[in-house]
Structures are given as C-alpha cells and as structure tokens.
C-alpha cells in the first residue's frame, strides 16, 4: 500500500454545487474512493506554504505526489531531499516547473503530466486575451459598470485585428493551436520563434514565417503571445533588455508561466506605453500576493490590464481530462505499466522530453 499526496485548491460552495470542479480539495479528483478501496492511503490539502504546511509535513514520507499548475505545492531540491519514499510526481494538468527537476533526477523520481489536457483550453484563453487587449474591452466594460457612456474614451484605443503582425514564442501543442485560431482573423502575418522548427507542412496550414532570433521577431510583433515552458532558459526571458525590442504599443499576452515575464519590467513597460497591453492567467508566484504589481498596473490611458487568476487550462472540460488523465498515470505507476510516453518528463534518472529546455 502507498501513501499518495494531493495538493488542490479549494473550491467552497462552488466545488460543493459543482462536482466538475474535480481539481479541488473538496471533489478530489475523483480518485478518493477508488484509491481507499485499495487500501491506499490519501491525504488531500490545499495547505502548502512553509515548513508547517500540510505538505511539507507530509511530503516526507508519501510514495506520490499530485498537484496541479494552478495551486502547485513547490518541490524545491530541498524538499525532495528530505522525502524518503517519493518515487511519482503527477502534474494534473499540463507543466511541471513547479518541481524541481533536476533534483528529481537526482533521486530518480519519475514526474509526468497530462500531455494535452489543456492545449484546447489554453489557446482558445489566449485567442480571447489578445482580443479583449486589441479592442480594449476591459476600460470599456468598466466604464459601463460605473454607470458611464463616453464611447472615445474606449475607441481611442481599440483596434482591429487584422491586418496585425503576431508572433508566439513557441510553437507546440499550444503555440500551433493559437496561430490555427488566428487565421481566420486574417492577420498581416503569422511568425514564430522556437527551437525546433515546426513540420513544413504544419508552418504552411497556417502561413506561419519561423524566425530564427527572438529580438528580430518581437521587434516586428503587433501581438506577441507566449507559448513556451519555464525551464532556465526562459526564466526572466522577457526582460527589461528584451523589452527594448518589442515594437512601441504591442500588446503581450502570457498564458505559459508567469516567471517568463520579469514582474517589474513588466510594469515599467506597461506603465510607460512601451506596451499598450499585458494579459494572461499566470503569475511568478501562485497564488499572487495582493500587492503584486500586475493586479493594478495599467498604461497610460488607464487600460492595457487583462489578467486573471490561473484558469484557463481548468475549464470543467479541461478538469475532466486531467483528472482521467492523473489516474491513468497512478493506475499504471501502481500496476508496474509503462506510462504513455508523451506524459513523462523525467524518469530514471533522465530528461524523457525537450519541452524543458535542449539538453545533452
């Protein structure tokens, strides 16, 4: 018998009125009863920060551990070095930053994820982001909340989308599904930046042009999406040095990982009108503390801020499948099955994919 480790987020009245909300502490995944009835033991919490956390409690002597992107428990090399049985990490949803993963290495602890239980989710999110920036949708919708009607104010920054330059850094299962989405809108063009060049006749679907320099394509970008894992290559990526590429008035949309943005710069950026818009769902620290400077940072009309807290891989669509999904990895991992190939990130010591960066 194993001891499994779940860290959700809670969900309230909602996740009791709703059990679709299966990533929360109260629905459990749906796995509770089907783990108990094997005589496993279960300890679910969204208690995760500091050394008297439920987590880092019970971290220390749990075979697996699930969390998920939107609430993640932070396996840290310390941590993982104090745990004494943890052979499985899950990622209930897609990206497993969150661990550290050369530590895993280290101790030959086996992390997967639910390959593809979120790219339909994500890029249709996206898709929404670069529309509400480019038509300047929140001042307006605000501006009718307060009980006003002054149409300029709105129109003075809204724009089309055609006929824009937009470009995403990285071109995966998410990345390819944003540019699919943005062709009917009949964009000036299509570009993007990744290190593995997409399939020739997957870039012609979509008229896509790849450039080969990430300065040279934010440089000509109306829209700049991104679409890339955090892995220390892409820590800190768009910088205030980087930013000084980006075209004057671009609008930035990050549904990957708050962490590829410096927070500061940022800001700055936004604040100055260098960017006319920043959007996503995802922040460097989750959950965001009320002080972070992207909850109220606006440019200089007042507007520009798109961002949410992370939910667009968790739409009761997406839920379904990464639940499904981490217990078809627990089912196999308790039955000595090979895991799907495509759900695993490190095993054996090893990197199983390149999404985390090109490694020798």
């Not at 990430?214 to 829209?223: G, N, R, T």
Request: glycine fraction near 8%; charge should be neutral.
């Amino acid at each position: 018998m194993v001891k499994v480790l779940a860290v959700l987020y809670d969900g309230h009245k909602a996740a009791q009125e709703e059990p679709r909300l299966l990533g929360t502490t109260e629905n459990k995944l749906g796995i509770e009863k089907w783990l108990k009835d094997q005589g496993h033991t279960f300890i679910v919490t969204s208690d995760k920060e500091g050394p008297n956390s439920v987590f880092q409690k019970e971290i220390v002597d749990a075979d697996v551990l699930i969390t998920t992107p939107f609430h993640p428990g932070y396996l840290t090399a310390d941590l993982i070095e104090k745990t004494k049985n943890l052979k499985l990490c899950i990622t209930a949803g897609v990206g497993s930053d969150h661990i550290d993963l050369n530590a895993a290495n280290k101790k030959k602890i086996t992390v997967a994820e639910v390959s593809g239980s979120n790219v339909v989710s994500v890029a249709e999110h996206v898709v929404m982001n670069i529309l509400l920036l480019v038509r300047n949708f929140v001042p307006a919708h605000e501006q009718i909340e307060r009980g006003d009607w002054q149409v300029s104010d709105v129109a003075r920054n809204a724009f089309d989308l055609e006929n824009k330059v937009i470009g995403t850094i990285g071109a995966g299962r998410i990345g390819y599904r944003v540019l699919q989405r943005l062709v009917p809108f009949d964009p000036k063009e299509l570009l993007y930046f990744d290190y593995a060049p997409l399939p020739a006749h997957a870039a012609e679907a979509v008229k896509v042009r790849r450039v080969e320099k990430l300065e040279d394509m934010l440089a000509q970008c109306d829209v700049i999406t991104v679409n890339c894992p955090l892995h220390e290559g892409t820590r800190g990526l768009i910088n205030k040095e980087m930013l000084k590429h980006v075209k004057k008035g671009a609008w930035i949309v990050n549904t990957a990982r708050g962490a590829i943005c410096d927070r500061i710069a940022i800001k700055e950026a936004l604040e100055s009108g260098h960017i006319n818009g920043y959007s996503g769902d995802v922040w460097d620290v989750q959950p965001s503390p009320k002080d972070h400077p992207w909850r109220t940072m606006k440019n200089p009309l007042g507007g520009g801020n798109g961002m949410v807290a992370h939910y667009s891989g968790t739409t009761l669509d997406a839920q379904a499948r990464y639940a499904a999904g981490a217990k078809d990895i627990l089912s196999r991992w308790l039955s000595g099955q090979e895991q799907e190939a495509q759900n695993v990130i490190v095993t054996g010591g090893g990197y199983a994919t390149k999404a985390y960066g090109q490694r020798k």
